[in-house]
Structures are given as structure tokens and as C-alpha cells.
């Protein structure tokens, strides 16, 4: 197990008081618990399609939305949000590094391509430090593309700035799972081989030993900045401690569920995002985790689309200069991948659970860091809420904030509904009224 890479290496406004009662009660009459997930889509939207008008329940899906006409009562559009700290402030191009970084940390990231990255932890980890204790995994996180995880991705900004949206803090972006069948294994390991995997527990509890007590042999030579490192690298191991400690007292071995065991990446995009989707479903359906994250591609990609018939890039599409055909192309992609949310919402609204559904107890946000694509603005961001939070949430309806409203003040809401209120997060101003 490695060290963490080191300078002395010389290597170069409030929710109304009756829906924060309802949470309170749902959560201390042991209803199921309130999951949270986190789904980011890359390179901003063709806003005028995607763009909702109305009050209340008092709207029409826009085209773009029109796919989540089935689960519309489910589903809240916001509107007004913004990403602040997604902006140049001082700091040149950038904006698809900037909007992954920022979208769940709400933080400026040091615009650097070299070890010195900076961010900040995202509000996935925020939650999974409060409540990640009470299962197998305290979060997961998903993606459907591979990237690099070092080098200059987006004029001068680390590759980890743009693959990542989860940040355990402020320099370690959570490594995502992008294998379905990493995914399933992950979640639900290999159920037969119990005498190994306690073989397996045991050893690593010796190589963690290990080297905790060599890492604290380092400290006394140690500079400022490295002795942060290490001990960023020390809490982590506590956490894996900790998680092998949880396993070694489950007291029946992991059931896994009546699912075929994934292949791998299949060829058609549509059917990865689905089986992401479904590992996701299946995470929190047998309460491995009750936070997730999913990156659909990371900000700035090319990604062709064959199957709607798009050979061109979407990013290389995203800045179409007003483009006709180049617009409608980035609209048919916001629809494809707004089609891929609503199967899984209504999965999840099939779902049964204690006396309701899965989707009633959970909160997924559908989102990005950009809003137009070809603008690269971060206000007005493009953001669904589907679930009621343990029916603390209405749904069915536009909820519209003013401009500027920072999208974090959605994130402490959400926290709050999982169990995990927060006095602030990042530049909140306040909890969103849901």
C-alpha cells in the first residue's frame, strides 16, 4: 500500500417548519431511510428547448423534457440556480473543469495540472461522513467514460478537476466505478467465497498495521503541507479500518439479488447508462449505500451518438455559434440522456417499499455545472429533483428560485432530508424551500 505522493519526495431562505417535521417524524418512527443521488451530465444543455415556464403545478414540459411525461408528478424542474464558483473569477478558461469541480462541492478549484490540486468535499461526502456508518458502503460512485486522472485536461486544469464530481476532500476526488460488472462487485462481492474473504479482511487489517505505524514514523521529518498529506492519507486508512471491521461483524454474508451478474461495458451507450442506472437501483434497494453519484461522461466530452444517429462529438456540438443543425443535435442529446433519467425514476417509483416506493424515500438530482452550452454560464443551471425525501418533498411541480440562488442551498435541503442538517455548505445562504 502506497504512500501518498509528498514534497520531501522531490517529485516536482428556510424550509417551511411542517415539511422539516415531517422529516424528523418519518426518520424517528423508523420509516425506510432517505437515500440521496447525484447525477451530473456533461457540457451544458440547448437551453431554449430545455427551458420550463410556469408556477406551481402550472406548467408544460418543455421538448426536451417531454420524456419524463410518465413520472411528471414525481419530478420537480428548478430553475435559478447557480454554480458561482464555476466562473473564470480571475482565472481565464476553464469552464468544463470548473463546472465538474464545482457542481457538488461549490468551490473554486486551483487552477493547476500538476499534484497541487485543490477543491473541496463534495456533498455526497458530507452526508456519507454522517450517516455512511450505517452500511456496508458509505457511498458509491459511478460513471459511464473512462478519463484521466492527471495531466492538463481543460486549459490548464487537472484532468481530476473534469473526471470527478465526488471529493472526499479537497485534494482526493473519489475513484469511480465504470464496469457495471465492477460496479455489481463492489456493491455485492462474491457471496461463495466467504472463508476467503475473511482470509482477505485479515490481511489487509496486517498491511494496514503496517503502515499506519511506518507513515507515523515520518511525521517528525515532515513540512507543513506533507505532514496535511499524510494525515489525509491516516484518516483514510482509519475509514478502511473501519469498513473492515464492519464487515467482519455482519453477522450473515451479503445476499445478492436475483439480478444477472453484468458482462461488462456494453457497445450501445444507452445500455451502460441503464446498467449504471440499475446498479444504482440495486445499491439502494438492498441498502448497501444510501448515497450515490453517477457521472454520465465527464465535462468536455466528445462522445459520438450513433444510436440517435449523431456522429458528431458533443462538445465539438456544444459550441455550435447558433448553428441550426448543430443545435438541434445537442437538443436530441439533452432528450437521450433526460429519456435514460425517466426509466430509471419510474423504476424507482415501482419499487415497493414500507407502504411506498423507493422513489418516495429518496432524493436524485439530475443536473450539470453548465446551463447553455454554447454560452458556458453557470446560473439558471439545468436541475430535476425526482422523490419526495420521505415524503417531506412535493413533487409535480417548478420551483423557481432568482437568479443567482446558489445551487447549494438545494444540497443543505437534501442533507437536511437524509438526516444530516448542516449549519451551511460552500456558499450557501440558506436551505431551498422544497
Known amino acids: ?256 439479488p436475483d439480478y444477472p451478474v453484468p458482462a461488462g461495458i456494453p457497445q450501445k451507450f444507452s445500455e451502460h447508462i441503464d446498467l449504471m442506472y440499475d446498479m444504482l437501483l440495486l445499491a439502494f434497494q438492498t441498502d448497501s449505500t444510501r448515497i450515490s453519484t453517477l457521472m454520465l461522461a465527464v465535462d468536455g466530452s466528445n462522445r459520438a451518438f450513433p444510436e440517435i444517429d449523431i456522429k458528431d462529438g458533443h462538445h465539438h456540438l456544444s459550441h455550435h455559434q447558433n448553428n441550426h443543425e448543430m443545435i438541434e443535435k445537442i437538443r436530441r442529446i439533452d432528450r437521450f440522456y433526460v429519456e435514460r433519467f425517466a426509466r430509471f425514476i419510474k423504476q424507482m417509483g415501482e419499487t415497493a417499499e414500507g407502504g411506498g416506493t423507493l422513489l418516495d424515500h429518496s432524493l436524485v438530482l439530475l443536473g450539470g455545472g453548465i446551463s447553455d452550452g454554447n454560452r458556458h454560464n453557470h446560473e439558471n443551471l439545468p436541475i430535476i429533483l425526482a422523490g419526495r425525501g420521505g415524503n417531506s418533498v412535493q413533487t409535480g411541480r417548478i420551483i423557481n428560485s432568482p437568479v443567482e440562488t446558489p445551487l447549494c442551498n438545494l444540497y443543505l435541503s437534501m442533507l437536511e432530508r437524509a438526516g444530516c442538517p448542516q449549519p451551511s455548505f460552500s456558499d450557501s445562504t440558506g436551505p431551498l424551500a422544497l
Open 1 to 256: 500500500m502506497a504512500l501518498p505522493l509528498l514534497d520531501i519526495m522531490d517529485t516536482p431562505p428556510l424550509r417551511a417548519l411542517a415539511s422539516r417535521a415531517a422529516a424528523a417524524e418519518t426518520l424517528a418512527a423508523g420509516a425506510p431511510p432517505v437515500r440521496l443521488a447525484f447525477v451530473f451530465m456533461p457540457n451544458g444543455v440547448n437551453y431554449d428547448a430545455w427551458q420550463v415556464k410556469g408556477e406551481g403545478r402550472d406548467f408544460a414540459l418543455s421538448p426536451t423534457l417531454e420524456p419524463l411525461s410518465p413520472v411528471r408528478d414525481h419530478v420537480n424542474v428548478l430553475t435559478g440556480l447557480t454554480l458561482s464558483k464555476a466562473r473564470a473569477n480571475g482565472d481565464g478558461p476553464g469552464d468544463h473543469a470548473r463546472s465538474s469541480a464545482s457542481f457538488l462541492t461549490g468551490n473554486q478549484a486551483r487552477k493547476t495540472a500538476g499534484n497541487d490540486i485543490r477543491n473541496g468535499i463534495s456533498v455526497d461526502q458530507v452526508a456519507a461522513r454522517a450517516i455512511g456508518n450505517r452500511t456496508r458502503l458509505p457511498s458509491l460512485e459511478l460513471g459511464c467514460e473512462h478519463s484521466q486522472s492527471a495531466g492538463n485536461c481543460d486549459s490548464g486544469y487537472s484532468c481530476a478537476y473534469t473526471s470527478n464530481i465526488s471529493w472526499r476532500d479537497e485534494s482526493t476526488p473519489m475513484a469511480k466505478a465504470i464496469d457495471p460488472a465492477v460496479a455489481f462487485e463492489r456493491l455485492f462481492g462474491d457471496a461463495s467465497q466467504a472463508a476467503a474473504a475473511k482470509e482477505r479482511l485479515s490481511r489487509r487489517q496486517s498491511i494496514l498495521d503496517f503502515v499506519l505505524e511506518d507513515s507515523k514514523s515520518l511525521e517528525n521529518r515532515l513540512g507543513a503541507s506533507d505532514r496535511r498529506k499524510l494525515d489525509q492519507f491516516q484518516t483514510s486508512v482509519r475509514e478502511i479500518e473501519l469498513r473492515i471491521d464492519r464487515a467482519r461483524k455482519e453477522q450473515s454474508p451479503v445476499k445478492v
